[in-house]
């Protein structure tokens, strides 16, 4: 794509959409050059992509910020696409879409060094919001482009995918899986709502196998959760909640959060607990950090990381201090 102002740039035709092959060379030399990749995941969220694109064209070029962009047609293109960016010397990949879409772009541009921007569009939007990234476009690009880069822990699948917020087992993941695409088009947010509210009416527990930094535990639970970040994120905002009394995305550690209720009204009273944030006092609740975290179940469960569904225990996850630079605002 052109610069903002040239041809190519105006926004009565503000991008050029890529084959999902390859991303561009950026044309500004330097260590990170001066472009900006913009990666789109059209199906998340229910905004309109062609008025998402022209919001993102008018944003970039009012602050004369050179941007390419790049659409996803499946799973695994957002991370190349960032692998390759990064590669090639993008000053920068800015992920537009869900929790979903984020998560493959850090795997593809964790250790690189190039920092990551976020505009939020997707049904959750964790990773944003833990950041306290703005939700509009206009100034989430702000961000981007007069922003300043900071650290961010991760966590990673051995072998595998990283996560920012969390991976997760039991109940966590099979409202995941029941979560699906058609639902969250139709009802956004209340897709999760409906999913928590159907694997809640019939509650089950796994007994679990946890090693954690070398030490063991056999615990009876319903969920078990490993997160990065601290808050989960409801909509209404009213209704969030920390995950762990300690979590945090730069303390190089990650929070271990075993959850066992005896019923749906045991539950909904730790869900509450939560909220309120009173963590102690419900033996039924276990908090733990570490830096390294086997998780075996009997039976097997599903599993999920960052809100996508991933597979079944066992799962290994480690902590990635520092992993990868955001792009924050100042």
Avoid at 49 to 63: E, H, K, N, Q, S
Avoid at 256 to 261: E, S
């Amino acid at each position: 794509m052109g610069e903002p102002g040239t041809e190519a740039g105006r926004m009565d035709h503000p991008v050029a959409t890529l084959e999902p092959a390859r991303v561009p060379d950026p044309e500004t030399p330097g260590p990170y050059g001066a472009r900006n990749l913009v990666v789109l995941n059209p199906v998340a969220g229910q905004a309109d992509t062609d008025r998402v694109l022209r919001l993102l064209a008018g944003a970039f070029a009012v602050r004369r910020a050179p941007f390419d962009v790049v659409e996803t047609r499946g799973a695994g293109d957002a991370e190349r696409f960032a692998r390759e960016a990064a590669e090639q010397g993008y000053r920068s990949v800015v992920a537009v879409g869900g929790d979903g879409t984020v998560g493959e772009v850090i795997t593809g541009l964790a250790g690189t060094g190039v920092p990551l921007g976020i505009v939020p569009k997707g049904t959750g939007n964790q990773v944003a919001f833990n950041l306290r990234l703005p939700r509009g476009i206009e100034a989430a690009v702000d961000v981007v482009v007069n922003g300043r880069t900071a650290p961010m822990d991760l966590g990673q699948v051995v072998g595998g995918r990283y996560f920012a917020v969390a991976a997760g087992t039991g109940w966590d993941a099979a409202v995941v899986t029941l979560a699906t695409r058609e639902l969250k088009d139709r009802w956004g947010f209340g897709a999760y709502i409906y999913a928590a509210l159907k694997v809640a009416t019939a509650p089950s527990a796994s007994r679990y196998r946890i090693t954690a930094d070398g030490e063991t535990l056999e615990v009876d639970a319903s969920m078990v959760l490993v997160a990065n970040m601290g808050l989960i994120v409801t909509n209404p905002q009213t209704f969030n909640f920390r995950i762990s009394p300690l979590g945090s995305h730069q303390d190089g550690r990650l929070d271990l959060c075993i959850f066992a209720p005896r019923n749906l009204t045991h539950a909904a009273r730790m869900v509450w607990r939560m909220y309120r944030q009173r963590f102690g006092g419900d033996d039924r609740m276990l908090f733990l950090q570490a830096r390294d975290v086997m998780l075996e179940s009997d039976p097997v469960v599903v599993t999920e990381t960052d809100g996508e569904p991933l597979g079944q225990t066992p799962l290994h996850v480690r902590a990635v201090p520092g992993g990868i630079n955001v792009l924050v605002p100042r």
